[in-house]
């Protein structure tokens, strides 16, 4: 009988995108073949992407640098918000500012957001039938990266605000049988040169 094997997930934001986010911007596409080098040894078997073009074209530049790795578009892995937290569920302090910024999204977004965001948990999250470890990518967008560290780290729901990453950052979760999941690490930057770090972040939050 087959047993239960690791899975390890790793999600990356897509690559910098133009003002309209029709395309990645000439760093961001610079940013996408950077993090498919990196990640190029890695045994990652499946690439994921969300719809939006700015995810699909970061998602085939990372696998133009593995060569023969699936590429599967998904629309649990898109852009939408994940959770909508009720009044009581926030610190008093800061309620009416979260609940003005999420309202400010469109309204598809936010009505169908939490569905999504369950069928990625039940899709991308857990470990897996068979012998042998599985990894593979996600290339999304901050939102999704956030709610799916949040969900590892058994947080509030509406906890998922709060966790940033920058653009190609990677994230890295082992969910291993008879173990809590583990953040392995977050917002990695280190195989991007300085001045493609950060990007998508105000002046004011730039490291």
């Known amino acids: 009988m ?91 302090e800061s309620a009416d500012a979260v609940l003005g910024r999420l309202a400010q999204f469109p309204a598809e977004e936010r009505e169908n957001g939490p569905q999504w965001a369950r069928a990625a948990l039940a899709r991308f999250t857990g470990p897996v039938e068979g012998d042998e470890p599985l990894h593979e990518l996600i290339v999304t967008h901050a939102f999704l990266v956030a709610w799916l560290v949040r969900d590892a780290l058994d947080a509030p729901k509406w906890r998922w605000m709060g966790l940033n990453c920058a653009n190609a950052a990677l994230t890295v979760i082992r969910y291993a049988p008879d173990r809590p999941s583990s953040v392995m690490f977050f917002n990695d930057m280190s195989h991007l040169p300085e001045d493609l770090r950060w990007t998508g972040f105000p002046p004011e939050l730039q490291i």
């Not at 309209?20 to 190029?40: P, Y």
């Not at 890695?42 to 073009?53: K, Y």
């Not at 133009?64 to 009044?87: M, N």
Request: proline share 11%; charged share 25%; glycine share 8%.
């Open 2 to 92: 087959p047993g239960t094997a690791a899975r390890y997930l790793y999600l990356a934001r897509h690559g910098e995108a133009s003002p309209d986010e029709s395309e990645l911007t000439e760093n961001g596409r610079r940013q996408a073949v950077l993090l498919g080098e990196r990640l190029r040894r890695s045994p990652i078997t499946a690439i994921h992407h969300g719809p939006l073009p700015r995810a699909r074209q970061t998602a085939q530049l990372i696998r133009d640098q593995f060569g023969d790795v699936s590429l599967q578009p998904s629309e649990p892995a898109g852009d939408y918000i994940p959770y909508l937290p009720q009044r009581d569920e926030l610190p008093a």
